[in-house]
Nanobody, 125 residues
Framework: QVQLVESGGGLVQAGGSLRLSCTMSGSIFSIGTMGWYRQAPGNQRELVATITSGGITNYTDSVKGRFTISRDNAKKTVALQMNSLKPEDTAVYSC???????????????????WGQGTQVTVSS
């Protein structure tokens, strides 16, 4: 059974830094794009950053120049380095992986998305 487990959240003052990590456990045929999303109270979940298996990155405008996403394909991990944090970055951050699985029954491949449980990031002013 595939699971994503995040770590690294916490409380930090404005201007500080945090590094989030997400590790996938379990068997998977292949992993495509991985990413980080966040949801603040009363808001919809929004994309923060994504990275393809080839290393192409994408960021939401509000974090460009401050956050850096990276991944280790061999270790099945994705990380988010967050610098110059602002109070408006406060949210629950979740990682997501777009996976491909092979059916044990038919042998056919199918897409399956996986989400972590989320980690709280709080930035105080």
């Amino acid at each position: 059974q595939v699971q994503l487990v995040e770590s690294g959240g916490g409380l930090v003052q404005a201007g500080g830094s945090l590094r989030l990590s997400c590790t996938m456990s379990g068997s998977i045929f292949s992993i495509g794009t991985m990413g980080w999303y966040r949801q603040a109270p009363g808001n919809q979940r929004e994309l923060v950053a994504t990275i393809t298996s080839g290393g192409i990155t994408n960021y939401t405008d509000s974090v460009k120049g401050r956050f850096t996403i990276s991944r280790d394909n061999a270790k099945k991990t994705v990380a988010l380095q967050m610098n110059s944090l602002k109070p408006e970055d406060t949210a629950v951050y979740s990682c997501k992986a777009d996976g491909v699985q092979r059916s044990d029954y038919s042998g056919s491949l199918y897409f399956q998305n996986y989400w972590g449980q989320g980690t709280q990031v709080t930035v105080s002013s």
